[in-house]
């Protein structure tokens, strides 16, 4: 008996440290509002990156970028992407892209902190960057690589330096701006003649702290903000993110359980811009300058706090939320406007159920009037002067045809409180006939007719002759048309094009479609089956709108794909680089063979990757602490199990 207490007396001491080794090489990483320092400006984190890795693949995009027919598309742009720069940039940085992709297993985080900068002091401090990446049982694999980044970056003959921030050791290393791989400079389009001018430009030279604390990549070129960082993860009494009053409300309303999110401390940045031109003379530039302070505060961005975006995947869809923190009592200029009015958002049964697009918003367009003016008058007198002096002249030009025109009466006092605006699918499978599909726009008025009439007489606003101005009468209706000035692709004949309007139910209808038009005054007599009986549209508007909900959007994303598909097959199955993609393919510094990076040709039936999607639904409105812009994107019918 005593030997065996002995012997536990023996063993226990051992046991105890062992469990002490085990338990501090698993150490858990304290959240991003745990360990950012109280003067973050920006920030971006992923608070677990396997556990949205793993969401994401079971997500309907992650399920189509593993499609077997979706392998070939997909494979060609993965090659020539490894091809052009992620094999050249490897030899170029000498490192190997494989062994870093695996290191993310934890937090995520990217965030930029205030650390003294001013804006107004170029000489000054600058913002802190700052990268914090959790590995987890990959810590090991994190210091192999440092250690021979390191290594690489002695051989390559950079300077180099240590120094330990709290005894944790980072490697310090100075980057001239001359020293971005050709790579990199290739994907920004430079050019050797301009490669060899910048590198006889005096060059900038900036430090980055690179190192590890527990399973933590540190990497940042501030080594005051790193050293807040370290100070809370040692338990140190530092003001934290999760200390600012912005913040944690956010945290508490949009952060939880989110897969990914962002915040920016707006109130900081308006501030700090407020100040750019406090030694200015603000008259200096003549009657129409102005203070970067006036446009602040007249815009409403002086009463702005925070601006908060989360994202998150679930079993039912993906949903994400942007929040603008700008209170009610402080809510004034373009927030004022956005704020909208609380009233009915579904689609009006008129809306066909073969709508591709929907958008309904409740904004008050006398109020709205009415702040856009004082704006305009705040920020810069002889500019409101300006836009009243310029509505005087078209209403003395109107009254010469209608002696008892008002500008302000006929017109802004007849806007209303609802826009709607919906599209169908294009009438033809190209590009051009995509970007033109029919669509119609309007325009709720307590006295249409009336607000009709004072479009007509105000043509000159809008550079148009009043005898240009067509009508004719459909169904007891009258429509008025005018032409539109004519535009086409380069080396293509330009196809003469109108508009039309014509009012109906409360509204003032506007469509360069003549038929989408018709369609609309007919909706009075004859219901088709309508938008909003779409299965599944009622359950999927719950998860974004509410009693403060004055914006609401769909998008049919199943039939979207299918006819961007089609046109992409038809327009762009050759080397000649035309049309939606021509900017993409000029960014890459590969215009003209589009088709080397995508190949639209090796896509299965659009049919097959229509599955994938369902559709998308948007709601917006105003809560007494901000704006709320929230979206979801229920999963296909077909990958439920």
Not at 564 to 570: D, Q, S, Y
Request: aromatic share 8%; glycine share 8%.
């Amino acid at each position: 008996m005593y030997n065996h207490q002995k012997s536990m007396k023996q063993i226990l001491p051992l046991l105890a440290a062992v469990f002490s080794l085990t338990f501090q090489g698993s150490a858990t990483v304290l959240p991003a509002e745990k360990l950012l320092p109280d003067d973050t400006l920006v920030l971006f984190s992923i608070p677990d990156f396997a556990k949205a890795r793993e969401a994401y693949n079971k997500s309907p995009q992650g399920q189509l970028w593993r499609d077997p027919s979706f392998q070939p598309f997909k494979d060609k742009f993965v090659n020539k992407f490894k091809q052009e720069y992620i094999s050249p940039l490897e030899r170029d940085l000498s490192i190997h892209i494989d062994d870093y992709t695996s290191l993310p297993q934890g937090q995520f985080t990217l965030a930029v902190t205030q650390n003294g900068w001013n804006a107004k002091d170029k000489s000054g401090p600058v913002p802190g960057l700052l990268l914090l990446l959790d590995t987890k049982d990959k810590s090991s694999q994190l210091k192999t690589n440092l250690a021979d980044l390191k290594k690489k970056w002695v051989d390559a003959g950079k300077s180099v330096r240590t120094e330990k921030i709290r005894d944790v050791e980072f490697s310090i290393i100075t980057i001239s701006s001359n020293d971005l791989p050709k790579t990199l400079k290739t994907a920004a389009g430079s050019s050797e003649s301009k490669d060899d001018a910048d590198a006889k430009a005096p060059a900038t030279k900036k430090e980055i702290y690179v190192g590890q604390a527990e399973s933590l990549l540190i990497l940042g070129n501030s080594s005051k903000t790193i050293e807040k960082v370290l100070a809370s993860m040692s338990g140190g009494s530092v003001k934290t993110i999760g200390d600012v009053p912005a913040y944690a409300a956010n945290q508490n309303a949009l952060f939880r359980d989110a897969s990914s999110f962002g915040w920016v401390n707006a109130k900081a940045l308006v501030d700090t811009f407020s100040h750019l031109d406090d030694d200015s003379d603000s008259n200096s530039g003549g009657p129409f300058s102005f203070k970067m302070d006036k446009v602040l505060t007249a815009l409403g961005l002086k009463g702005l706090s925070s601006l908060a975006l989360s994202s998150r995947f679930s079993d039912e869809g993906g949903q994400a939320n942007l929040f603008i923190g700008v209170p009610e009592s402080s809510r004034v200029g373009i927030f004022k406007i956005l704020a909208g009015e609380p009233k009915e958002y579904a689609p009006p049964a008129f809306v066909p159920a073969d709508a591709l697009k929907f958008h309904r918003w409740r904004m008050d367009g006398q109020k709205a009037w009415a702040v856009l003016q004082q704006m305009v008058g705040d920020i810069s007198p002889p500019a409101l002067s300006l836009v009243k002096a310029q509505l005087s002249a078209a209403e003395t030009e109107a009254k010469d045809k209608n002696p008892d025109f008002d500008i302000n009466k006929n017109l802004f006092g007849n806007l209303g409180d609802d826009i709607i605006s919906y599209s169908k699918a294009p009438k033809g499978d190209g590009l051009a006939d995509l970007n033109s599909a029919p669509s119609l726009f309007l325009l709720g008025s307590p006295n249409a007719e009336q607000l009709a009439g004072a479009l007509k007489n105000i043509m000159a606003l809008v550079g148009q002759d009043a005898g240009s101005l067509k009508e004719r009468e459909f169904l007891g209706h009258k429509i008025y048309t005018l032409p539109l000035p004519a535009t086409a692709p380069k080396g293509t004949k330009a196809e003469p094009r109108t508009l039309s309007y014509a009012c109906s139910g409360g509204y003032i209808a506007f469509s360069s479609d003549p038929a989408m038009l018709e369609e609309y005054l007919r909706s009075s007599q004859a219901q088709g089956k309508s938008l909003r009986e779409t299965p599944g549209l009622g359950d999927a508007t719950q998860k974004v709108a509410g009693s403060g909900t004055s914006l609401f959007a769909y998008s049919n994303d199943s039939e979207n794909i299918r006819t961007t598909l089609a046109a992409l097959k038809k327009d762009l199955g050759s080397d000649d680089v035309t049309g939606a993609l021509g900017p993409i393919a000029a960014a890459m510094g590969k215009q003209g063979k589009i088709k080397d990076w995508f190949d639209f040709s090796l896509l299965p039936p659009a049919e097959s990757l229509a599955k994938y999607f369902s559709f998308t639904v948007y709601g917006g409105g105003a809560t007494a602490d901000g704006l709320m812009l929230k979206t979801f994107s229920p999963v296909p019918p077909q990958l439920k199990k």
